[in-house]
């Protein structure tokens, strides 16, 4: 038999270092989504007031409130997806510090002193 364990962790760790990235990846995503939902909100409001002030007709008023409706969905949406994400972060730091403090670490007595 090799002299690596069956059961070292190094590998699984490897794996939630992956995994972390991609979600991180997919959390960064989510912000800019919600950034884009408040500035669609924001400006389907404005388009909205400067409707009411009668400078447009009543087209813009109703892609205003298709924005701002719009822009409130993406953002309930987004804000969840994110929330669910950082749940998923959380659990896979906790498993990856669980791991990591299975690893049996050894002291190397006799390396050679590093000159600064």
Do not use: H
């Amino acid at each position: 038999m090799n002299s690596i364990e069956v059961d070292d962790p190094t590998d699984e760790i490897a794996r939630i270092e992956e995994r972390l990235e991609a979600l991180g990846e997919d959390a960064e995503r989510c912000r800019k989504f919600i950034l884009a939902s408040k500035v669609a909100i924001a400006g389907g409001f404005a388009l909205l007031l400067v409707t009411v002030l009668g400078l447009f007709g009543q087209t813009a008023a109703l892609g205003s409130i298709a924005l701002v409706l719009g822009g409130i969905v993406s953002l309930g949406s987004n804000v969840s997806t994110l929330r669910q994400t950082m749940d998923a972060i959380s659990a896979a730091e906790a498993l990856r510090s669980d791991l990591i403090g299975r690893i049996d670490l050894q002291v190397v007595a006799d390396s050679p002193m590093k000159l600064m």
